[in-house]
């Protein structure tokens, strides 16, 4: 993988734009595996890191856009039958969208903010905003704050793990690998836990 992700970024920030951006649209490799890796390698100094925080968070944020112009295109019922026929290979369940749809209505600003931390939901959630033809600005500009917030939190850990004099590719590792755990573990909760908790209702009565 770091074959060919080193070509394309060795193509400068143009490069870094082009890879981050993709990964909105197919995360792989995922933002977390390329955003440490862009902070052990890519930032030698305070300057760049932001730099490649900026060209990052735009790049995140561009590809959230062009999702959201997807939504916008088909509409919530046409997006929802895309659901159901293909949801399950990302653990997005029918019943799952229809319900951060509704949820969605009530606070967008705040659940397009808190999508950019949750796996999966942070590349295809503007789906449904767009379908849903929520506000594009203030969705904008809260898919900003919230790639801006994720991309710092691994760029600077990248960053720190490179100038800690221990072996830099083994602690990130470790933390990609509690990262995918994590992740893992909430999309399991999403996919299984409505059937779990209404098995442990009806044992209780």
Same mark, same amino acid.
């Given at each position: +993988?770091?074959?060919?992700?080193?070509?394309?970024?060795?193509?400068?920030?143009?490069?870094?734009?082009?890879?981050?951006?993709?990964?909105?649209?197919?995360?792989?490799?995922?933002?977390?595996?390329? /955003?440490?890796?862009?902070? +052990?390698?890519?930032?030698?100094?305070?300057? @760049?890191?932001? *730099? /490649?925080?900026?060209? @990052?968070?735009?790049?995140?944020?561009?590809?959230? #856009?062009?999702?959201?112009?997807?939504?916008?295109? *088909?509409?919530?019922?046409?997006?929802?039958?895309?659901?159901? =026929?293909?949801?399950?290979?990302?653990?997005?369940?029918?019943? @799952?969208?229809?319900?951060?749809?509704?949820?969605? =209505? $009530?606070?967008? /600003?705040?659940?397009?903010?808190?999508?950019?931390?949750?796996?999966?939901?942070?590349?295809?959630?503007?789906?449904?905003?767009?379908?849903?033809?929520?506000?594009?600005?203030?969705?904008?500009?809260?898919? /900003?704050?919230?790639?801006?917030?994720?991309?710092?939190?691994?760029?600077?850990?990248?960053? #720190?793990?490179?100038?800690?004099?221990?072996?830099?590719?083994? #602690?990130?590792? $470790?933390?990609?690998?509690?990262?995918?755990?994590?992740?893992?573990?909430? +999309?399991?909760?999403? =996919?299984?836990?409505?059937?779990? $908790? =209404?098995?442990?209702?009806?044992?209780?009565?």
């Amino acid at each position: +993988m770091t074959g060919p992700l080193s070509a394309i970024l060795g193509f400068g920030l143009f490069g870094v734009f082009c890879v981050a951006f993709t990964e909105k649209i197919l995360p792989i490799p995922p933002s977390h595996v390329l /955003l440490l890796f862009l902070g +052990m390698t890519a930032a030698p100094d305070g300057v @760049t890191l932001l *730099i /490649l925080l900026t060209v @990052t968070t735009l790049a995140s944020t561009s590809g959230c #856009l062009v999702w959201y112009a997807v939504g916008r295109r *088909i509409g919530f019922d046409r997006a929802g039958r895309l659901v159901e =026929r293909f949801g399950r290979y990302v653990f997005l369940r029918p019943a @799952t969208y229809h319900k951060l749809g509704q949820t969605y =209505r $009530r606070n967008h /600003l705040g659940i397009s903010l808190l999508a950019q931390f949750i796996p999966t939901v942070r590349n295809y959630l503007p789906i449904a905003a767009g379908a849903l033809c929520l506000p594009a600005l203030p969705f904008a500009a809260a898919t /900003l704050l919230g790639a801006m917030l994720w991309n710092a939190g691994f760029l600077v850990t990248g960053y #720190l793990l490179h100038g800690s004099g221990q072996d830099s590719f083994k #602690l990130g590792f $470790r933390i990609i690998v509690i990262v995918v755990a994590l992740e893992t573990a909430f +999309m399991l909760a999403l =996919r299984y836990g409505p059937a779990c $908790r =209404r098995r442990i209702r009806l044992v209780l009565g």
